[in-house]
DNA sequence: CTCCAAACTTGTAGTGACTACAACTATGGA
DNA sequence: TCCATAGTTGTAGTCACTACAAGTTTGGAG
């Protein structure tokens, strides 16, 4: 029993789990490209339950909602709540932030998945579920940082953490979006340096707003 | 016919339309009753309409879904956009803003509904569904916005009239939840003037911030 | 190896928001 | 007076999601 717990806590991965694991990735899997190809809201979670060889329950079991079967694995939002708690704590907030997010941006764009950021992305865009879902996330994330930056900055205080990563969020979207636009339909591993200048140049004008004001 | 369309550009309001108008009036006012009474989540749309002797189909006939019972007339989150429509172009976008949403405050603390607010506030606050679309209403709001400061900037790059819109919105999200603060559970007129001081102080804090940058 | 309890999966039966549609009723105007 | 139209209603259905009970598989104890 005691062993029991120890291998838990370490990496036990019996056939049981090992299963568990891959009927999760393959309703994933399904449902994502069932998502890209036709559209989030036109399959219903039957439907990807049928395609997947399981029953819709078992979807259930592993996903709470429909959306989280596309939003899975990532928590990609929880990034700059990281790294402000990894923060200097004698550097700027906003330098914290802004280095984490081209540091972010530069691995994106030399990810293996940039080719299919693009579909995935106005998969998001074409779906009111998704996009809600998309609004939750971004709160999330501002909660947790808000938290995150009374934590590693004791002395600013919470109006001024609020402000912090509320600005944030909205500059993380602001880029989002510019991101979406800079990226071509079908990015060329080439071009990349090219669509890497046009980001930061965004972003210098996004994080430049939230350092020194506008206009200011 | 002439005189059909001439009377429906005045004021036209025959028995119908206004016993149309008296109808949707009553279902919005015993749906916000049971919902702040009970939560949002715990009243079904069946239960409004039994408790408004109407059919179900009626009231989806006058309300597109459930939440626009509660979010019904509101189109205060138009208020920004107007001002920046009809700002001065010669004054600055931020301090536009800032005197609008310093403005509108003033005006809410002697509003009749003041009152009210704080158990508006709340029954939103508890309810996933309602700050689903909160969120989504202050999205809508930035769309607009970037879109009226483009019309009244010219000057302004489409990447900055999107940088202030979401920065205005982060803004006014933050503003709302110190109001929420600030506001006691029984607002006393006689204190008014308190929770405007605090207010404006806070407002001087996120506006400062977009104006001049954080510790800028 | 045997066997049990826990973990997974599955089917059934619901709830609740919302849609489509056809039937009914009241109203405004000819 | 009468009809076309607007508004209301009931019926039937879809879809996400829940509760629950009944399988099925698996890990581990004896």
């Known amino acids: 029993m005691l062993a029991k717990l120890l291998s838990m806590e370490n990496q036990e991965v019996g ?6 694991q891959q009927t999760r990735q393959l309703i994933s899997d399904v449902a994502t490209g069932l998502f890209m190809e036709r559209g989030f809201d036109q399959v219903t979670v039957a439907e ?7 029953a819709v329950q078992t979807v259930f079991n592993h996903f709470p909602t429909k959306e989280d079967l596309l939003f899975d694995e990532d928590a990609w939002w929880l990034g700059p709540v990281r790294a402000i708690r990894e923060a200097d704590p004698g550097a700027g907030v906003i330098e ?6 081209l540091d972010e941006l530069r691995m994106r764009l030399r990810s293996e998945h940039l080719v299919t950021w693009k579909a995935f992305a106005r998969t998001i865009e074409e779906s009111p579920a998704l996009l809600a879902r998309r609004r939750k996330n971004a709160e999330e994330m501002e909660v947790l940082m808000v938290q995150a930056l009374q934590d590693r900055y004791p002395q600013l205080d919470p109006l001024g953490a609020r402000v912090i990563a509320a600005q944030y969020q909205a500059a993380q979207k602001v880029l ?26 965004a972003a210098d004008v996004v994080f430049g707003a939230l350092k020194h004001g506008w206009r200011g």
Chains 1, 2 share one sequence.
């Open 15 to 20: 056939r049981r789990e090992r299963k568990k």
């Open 96 to 101: 914290v932030l802004e280095q984490y997010y």
């Open 176 to 201: 989002e979006a510019e991101f979406a636009r800079v990226l071509p339909e079908q990015p060329q591993a080439s071009h990349v340096a090219r669509y890497e200048e046009a980001m930061e140049e």
């Open 48 to 54: 990807v339950a049928k395609a997947a060889d399981v």
